[in-house]
């Protein structure tokens, strides 16, 4: 799932800590892919500071809504139709269809959510803006990250530009996508592939519209009280 994807799930939660801890993994792989972290080998090193325990919670939890999201009979179902749906538009490129639909499932989910008025993307960025830092910055050396000039860097700037308000409109999503794309493979959509795109992607907002509560209900009777 995708940042506000993620969200829903800690949106009534008062701790900034782990709504931050719950978008952390995703904040980590987009400052640098290469990094791995794994803090449930460490979890004893996480008790004895109240922020790191919520961080650590949050994290716990970004990596349980991904597993119950990922081996869903949903997203099984709807990354395959937009598959069929995209691979035509792919022809003559080396994107794979399957990581398209993967991603565009996960940023039309963000959309609907924010259509609907069911996270706001101020709520959001406003409780990661005032995590605490130093509390962040333990919880990464604890992980064994331990220079985080990096990280900070894209976690301010991802924080200041509120990137995921762009999700509101539909033609911005094949833009993201096609950003997304550009990181791994050295090829630009055509125009008229991105106008194919953003079709697809309207279509699918109004077929996911009817049903796609159903998967963060489904998520949501799943996960553990904070």
């Not at 994807?5 to 709504?19: C, D, G, I, K, T």
């Not at 922020?51 to 179902?77: A, M």
């Not at 538009?89 to 989910?109: A, P, Q, V, Y």
Request: net charge negative; hydrophobic share 40%.
């Amino acid at each position: 799932m995708n940042f506000l994807s993620h969200f829903y799930f800690e949106r009534f939660n008062p701790q900034p800590a782990l709504v931050t801890g719950s978008v952390l993994p995703d904040l980590v792989k987009n400052a640098d892919k290469t990094i791995n972290l794994h803090p449930q080998k460490h979890e004893e090193l996480f008790h004895e500071n109240y922020l790191e325990q919520q961080l650590f919670l949050g994290w716990k939890r970004h990596i349980e809504t991904d597993r119950l999201f990922h081996n869903s009979d949903f997203f099984y179902r709807w990354t395959h139709e937009l598959k069929i749906a995209i691979d035509p538009i792919l022809t003559g490129t080396n994107i794979r269809g399957s990581f398209l639909s993967h991603i565009s499932l996960e940023l039309l989910l963000d959309h609907l959510l924010l259509e609907d008025n069911l996270v706001h993307e101020d709520d959001f960025y406003n409780l990661l803006n005032i995590t605490d830092r130093s509390a962040i910055v333990l919880f990464l050396n604890h992980c064994g990250l331990i220079n985080t000039q990096f990280f900070f860097k894209f976690y301010e700037k991802f924080v200041r530009e509120k990137y995921s308000r762009q999700y509101r409109n539909v033609k911005q999503l094949s833009s993201a996508l096609g950003n997304i794309c550009n990181r791994i493979w050295p090829e630009k959509l055509s125009e008229w592939q991105h106008t194919q795109l953003t079709n697809v992607l309207f279509d699918y907002v109004q077929l996911l519209r009817k049903e796609y509560i159903q998967i963060f209900d489904h998520i949501t009777r799943q996960l553990p009280l904070t």
